[in-house]
Nanobody, 124 residues
Framework: VQLQASGGGLVQAGGSLRLSCAASGRTGSSYAMGWFRQAPEKEREFVAR????????TYADSAKGRFIISRDNAKNTVYLQMNNLKPEDTAVYYC??????????????????WGQGTQVTVSS
């Protein structure tokens, strides 16, 4: 499975961005999908996860109420709508794919495939 993340950029605080992650290759739409982020000199952290069907979503506390994860399985694409962005959201954002049965989806170890990352910069 190959994952291609896009949609990052520079935005002012309070603004919005929508990230996309296109999956291709072997059964690209057969996985739960997650978004992680990594700020400079910090560890990569969980942001959001969506189940294979799209019926189950989970968010990090930092993302609740501001970010929305969704997916379009017909397009093999997962989205992360980010609203009311804050400077502390500045990071490289990565999408990742995990077998749907794994329950430790806030852990990097649950994910088998990773995209290349897209930079999000929020100015104050």
């Amino acid at each position: 499975v190959q994952l291609q993340a896009s949609g990052g950029g520079l935005v002012q605080a309070g603004g919005s961005l929508r990230l996309s992650c296109a999956a291709s290759g072997r059964t690209g739409s057969s996985y739960a999908m997650g978004w992680f982020r990594q700020a400079p000199e910090k560890e990569r952290e969980f942001v959001a996860r969506i189940s294979l069907s799209g019926g189950g979503t989970t968010y990090a506390d930092s993302a609740k109420g501001r970010f929305i994860i969704s997916r379009d399985n017909a397009k093999n694409t997962v989205y992360l709508q980010m609203n009311n962005l804050k400077p502390e959201d500045t990071a490289v954002y990565y999408c990742a794919a995990a077998p749907n049965y794994r329950s430790d989806y806030q852990s990097l170890l649950a994910y088998d495939y990773w995209g290349q990352g897209t930079q999000v910069t929020v100015s104050s």
